[in-house]
C-alpha cells in the first residue's frame, strides 16, 4: 500500500497549498474561479472517461483572466486544479459515481438474465424438435414392421 499512501500524502499536501493560496486571492478572482471550475465540471461530465482536463483548464483560465504572467496562471491552474480534486473527490461525489456504476452493474445483470433465458427457450426449442424427430423415426420405423 505505499502507493496509496504516497497518493493520499501528495493529496493532502495540494489541498494545504491550495488552502494556503485561497488566502491571497482576492473574492472577485476567487468568484470567476469558481464559475470556472463549474463549467469545468459540467465538461467533465460530458467528457469521456479518461479525457486530458489540462487544456480545457487553461483554456478556462486564459478566457477568464487574460493578462496574467506565467507565475501567475500556473498558480490559478494549480488552484483550479486542487479546487476539482477536492470536489471530485468529495464523498458526495465518490458516492453518485458508485451509483452510476451500480445502475451499470444492475443493466448488465438484466441484459445477462435475459441472454440467459434466451437461451434457455432456445435450448427448449430443440429439445423439443429432437423429442418430435425421435418420435417421427420412432413411427416411421414401426409402421415398417
Known amino acids: 500500500m505505499p502507493g496509496i499512501d504516497r497518493d493520499r500524502n501528495l493529496e493532502k499536501a495540494a489541498f494545504a497549498r491550495a488552502r494556503r493560496l485561497a488566502a491571497f486571492l482576492r473574492p472577485g478572482v476567487k468568484a470567476r474561479l469558481s464559475i470556472g471550475v463549474r463549467a ?32 501567475q496562471f500556473n498558480l490559478l491552474h494549480f488552484y483550479v486544479l486542487a479546487k476539482l480534486a477536492r470536489i471530485l473527490s468529495s464523498p458526495a461525489m465518490l458516492h453518485k459515481r458508485l451509483e452510476a456504476m451500480n445502475e451499470m452493474s444492475e443493466e448488465l445483470s438484466l441484459r445477462l438474465q435475459m441472454m440467459m433465458d434466451r437461451r434457455s427457450k432456445f435450448i ?6 429432437m423429442k418430435k424427430i425421435s418420435q417421427t423415426q420412432d413411427s416411421i420405423v414401426g409402421n415398417l414392421k
Do not use: C, K, Y
Not at 459540467?42 to 496574467?68: K, M, Y
Open 40 to 71: 469545468l465540471l459540467a465538461h467533465l461530465a460530458s467528457a469521456p472517461d479518461g479525457a486530458d482536463l489540462a487544456p480545457v483548464v487553461r483554456r478556462e483560465i486564459r478566457s477568464r483572466f487574460a493578462e496574467l504572467s506565467s507565475a
Open 124 to 129: 427448449q426449442t430443440l429439445s423439443n424438435m
